[in-house]
């Protein structure tokens, strides 16, 4: 199960996704993002509440990364040491700026 808050205001979205971001859950957190992108200049993914990631939660970050670096910029903040470990393994931490 997954739930994602948001807040969007003055071209800077935070999502703060909660649960697990896998197979099942990827497609609503690719709906939140795509609804959140038409102008956005900064994307903040708090991953506070995250407790997982599958690869295809991975690849809806990439893809999201790919589309705000023509837009703007996109940042993820409070990864927790579970989801920290998959993107290490998977080399996401060259990729994504994480703060």
């Known amino acids: 199960m997954l739930s994602i808050h948001k807040t ?8 703060t996704p909660e649960g697990r971001l896998d197979t099942i859950t990827a497609p609503e957190m690719e709906k939140a993002i795509q609804r959140a992108l038409p102008g956005l200049k900064e ?29 703007g910029a996109m940042k993820l903040c409070h990864v927790n ?8 393994v998977t080399g996401f931490t060259d990729i994504l700026t994480i703060e």
Not at 43 to 71: P, V, W
Not at 81 to 88: D, K, P
């Open 8 to 15: 969007i205001e003055n071209g800077k979205a935070v999502l």
């Open 43 to 71: 994307l903040i993914l708090d991953l506070k509440d995250l407790e997982y990631i599958s690869s295809a939660g991975l690849r809806i970050l990439l893809s999201a990364q790919k589309i705000m670096n023509g837009q």
């Open 81 to 88: 040491q579970t989801v920290m470990e998959i993107f290490e």
